[in-house]
């Protein structure tokens, strides 16, 4: 994913989470924040109910108090009957203790005393016992349907001579009252009296016919004397509401102030509609910020690497350009210190060219020389080597003392072994310069073998070294050069019997299978795996203190891994420090098609 992108991502992400997360949060909180407003205000309404009907009872307490005083003493002003009407009385008596009417005060002139019927008598008939064990106080009694069916509230006082004044209120002023409060959609109040029966409610149907709401759940909080605000279905509107509550004191009534919850769910939507719609818009505006500012800090990274990829190329007059404008000051470093990379990177390849090209000119010199220089050592060498060897053999007459014989075959070994070191040095600068002359023919591997380990059989048993040959008894022919396989048998051979102690051990095995694989085995000194690469590069020897102890120009393995490269085999080498080596000639059965390391040929297991 391009950096652009990942800042982007990032940065929009960082900054939409918030806002996400303030946005849901102020969705699921807008209804809490709804409810909880209305729970004071609905509180608060209720209080102010209860508060009204509190002075009502105490001016209906005090109105009535008077108009049993008017009774008492059989004459009563116009004025007094002006204050019940105002205060909604019905009418006032004075009853005796058998439940005669004594004396009859209607507050309209319609009302006769046949108004207190016997139902009603009967009804208000617990309340006498209550009024007359608390003397001088008055009782209110349930909301009731009077002779006319119309909902009424009687109040109640015991006299000393044991008479009973009674008085009768319409709710008139309950529904005064309720009618005043409305609010919202469905927002009301409604007033119960203490066994849960409806007083005052915008359902004039459960008014009239006083209709028991006992079992809603704030009535009966009521009932209970308690106050507060709570969530409940209502079986008049049929939807859940909340409804702050209270009671008046005195007298035990209800005063409850419902609304629907639709409506605190509507307007917590209207709030939640906007905050999606911020949130929507400040995740907008933050993704437009994020792509430019990814953009901004990623173009000045987005240019190295272009300018870089150019570099690898080889195309080191192509820079990163400066960040245009201003530009936070690391990106501008990053710019300035690339370009500086690269102009140094484009000096440095231009001195390395340089260094290859003198390198390349003065490894031709050096392989033109060991070429010219060897060539002309060969010669004086084989004159030194023909004239050793005239007076070793005495062609011409007997040289008279031992001592010149022996001289003379020191000249003749010494010449011969400087021979073999010019012609090891020629043959690599021609390996090197890959002019390896080979020539292919159908050869014997056995035949090669066998003479190879002649030929250093004298050399093993000067060493005290056994040298083991393991030949199948028939192999394939292979088409190679012998003289050149017979080189690098020799040059391995010499190795494993000049580095393995007296008493070790050379073993030459040879398998055949799609091609042909030559092992050469030694319990020598081994050679560390760090001094593999240097073993095979030439003048190459190993760092250890036994490889120290002989001699030798370090030219065997690498002349000899450049031969089989040029019979179309690979030389692979194992070993390790005390335990021996192992030397693998991989050839193919016709030199003319090249193998690699690794090509699927017999393995010749260590013994």
């Known amino acids: 994913m391009a950096l652009h992108h990942v800042l982007f991502f990032g940065f929009t992400l960082m900054a939409a989470v918030p806002v996400a997360l303030l946005g849901a949060w102020v969705q699921q909180s807008a209804l809490e924040k709804e409810i909880a407003s209305v729970r004071d205000m609905h509180r608060q309404v209720a209080d102010n109910i209860v508060l009204a009907l509190s002075n009502y009872v105490h001016d209906a307490d005090a109105a009535f108090r008077m108009s049993i005083a008017a009774l008492q003493r059989g004459s009563w002003q116009p004025e007094v009957v002006s204050l019940l009407d105002a205060m909604h009385f019905k009418h006032v008596c004075l009853i005796g203790a058998d439940g005669t009417i004594i004396e009859w005060l209607p507050v309209h002139s319609d009302q006769a005393s046949s108004a207190l019927s016997p139902a009603t008598m009967s009804a208000l008939a617990p309340l006498i016992p209550e009024a007359q064990a608390s003397m001088g106080t008055v009782r ?12 009424t509230i009687h109040m ?27 609010f919202g959609k469905g927002g009301h109040a409604a007033i119960v009296d203490r066994t849960g029966h409806v007083i005052a409610h915008p359902n004039g149907q459960w008014r009239d016919e006083i209709k028991d709401i006992s079992k809603v759940a704030p009535v009966q909080a009521m009932m209970r004397g308690e106050s507060g605000v709570s969530i409940f279905y ?55 910020i994020s792509w430019w500012l990814a953009g901004y800090l990623s173009g000045p990274i ?42 140094e990177v484009g000096r440095k390849n231009t001195d390395l060219a340089d260094a290859r090209d003198r390198a390349e000119a003065a490894s031709k010199a050096k392989s033109d020389f060991l070429a010219n220089i060897s060539h002309e050592l060969r010669t004086p060498l084989n004159a030194i080597i023909g004239f050793s060897e005239l007076i070793r053999s005495e062609a011409f007459g007997p040289v008279g003392n031992d001592r010149y014989r022996e001289y003379a075959a020191d000249v003749h070994d010494s010449a011969q072994h400087l021979r073999t070191m010019i012609n090891d040095v020629l043959d690599l600068s021609k390996a090197e310069a890959g002019h390896i002359d080979v020539r292919i023919e159908p050869i014997e591997v056995g035949s090669v073998v066998e003479a190879s380990t002649r030929m250093m059989q004298a050399l093993a048993d000067e060493k005290n070294v056994a040298l083991e040959t393991d030949l199948p008894a028939a192999l394939p022919a292979v088409r190679t050069d012998e003289g050149r396989l ?8 010499s190795n494993a019997v000049k580095f393995t102690p007296a008493g070790g051990r050379v073993r030459v095995s040879v398998e055949a299978g799609e091609g042909m694989v030559i092992a050469i085995e030694d319990t020598g000194i081994g050679v560390a795996a760090r001094d593999m690469p240097k073993v095979m590069a030439p003048f190459g020897r190993g760092e250890t203190s036994w490889s120290r102890q002989y001699e030798g120009t370090g030219l065997g393995l690498p002349l000899s891994k450049r031969i089989m490269e040029a019979l179309g085999g690979v030389l692979e080498l194992d070993s390790e420090i005390g335990v021996g080596t192992r030397v693998r000639l991989r050839l193919p059965l016709d030199s003319g098609r090249r193998m690699e390391t690794g090509d699927a040929l017999p393995e010749v297991a260590a013994e």
């Not at 409804?243 to 605190?264: D, H, K, R, S």
């Not at 690497?305 to 400066?322: I, L, Q, Y």
């Open 234 to 288: 209502s079986p008049a509107a049929k939807k859940d509401m909340i409804a702050g509550f209270t009671v008046v004191p005195a007298v035990g009534w209800g005063a409850m102030v419902p609304q629907p919850m639709e409506n605190l769910i509507g307007r917590a939507s209207d709030v939640q509609f906007a905050a999606a719609g911020i949130i929507l818009l400040g995740i907008v505006v933050v993704a437009f």
């Open 486 to 493: 017979r080189q690098v048998l020799l040059n391995i051979l």
């Open 140 to 151: 209110f009694s349930n909301v009731m349907p009077d002779s006319a069916g119309d909902p």
């Open 156 to 182: 109640l006082i015991a006299n000393p001579d044991g008479t009973i004044s009674l008085a009768a209120l319409s709710t008139a002023f309950f529904v005064e009252l309720q009618q005043s409060v409305a």
């Open 302 to 343: 987005r240019a190295v690497v272009e300018a870089s990829h150019a570099n690898a190329r080889g195309r080191f007059d192509v820079k990163a350009p400066r960040p245009r404008g201003p530009a936070p000051r690391e990106l501008a470093e990053l710019v300035n210190a690339f370009n500086g990379m690269v102009d």
